[in-house]
């Protein structure tokens, strides 16, 4: 069974930074591709960033380009997302999810955590 757990988000003032993280068990963490995704209130669940099994590739939304940072250690069984110059437009729950490769399409990815809610405050 497959079990990703999300944490690390909270309220933060626009300009400032959060890291998440996501802890996995119960399968091989480093055969898969990791992704962040999120979804605001009143939106549809969309993609934010996504690292490959080798680190070697990573992807971003256009929206988080140069402001958020995807990493993963497999010894771990981790994956971050370092957050930076936050946004209130960032404000959303914030999954991750993990499936055979990396790409921003959600329908990729066969495993979900619960999610971590981020606010960013005016």
């Known amino acids: 069974q497959v079990h990703l757990v999300e944490s690390g988000g909270g309220l933060v003032q626009a300009g400032g930074s959060l890291r998440l993280s996501c802890a996995a068990s119960g399968y091989t963490f480093s055969i898969y591709g990791l992704g962040w995704f999120r979804q605001a209130p009143g939106k549809e669940r969309e993609f934010v960033a996504a690292?490959?099994?080798?680190?070697?590739?990573?992807y971003y939304a256009d929206s988080v380009k140069g402001r958020f940072t995807i990493s993963r250690d497999n010894a771990k069984n981790t994956v971050y997302l370092q957050m930076n110059s936050l946004k209130p437009e960032d404000t959303a729950i914030y999954y991750c999810?993990?499936?055979?490769?990396?790409?921003?399409?959600?329908?990729?990815?066969?495993?979900w955590g619960q999610g971590t809610q981020v606010t960013v405050s005016s």
């Open positions: 999810a993990a499936g055979r490769v990396a790409t921003m399409n959600e329908h990729d990815y066969t495993y």
């Open positions: 690292i490959s099994r080798s680190v070697i590739n990573t």
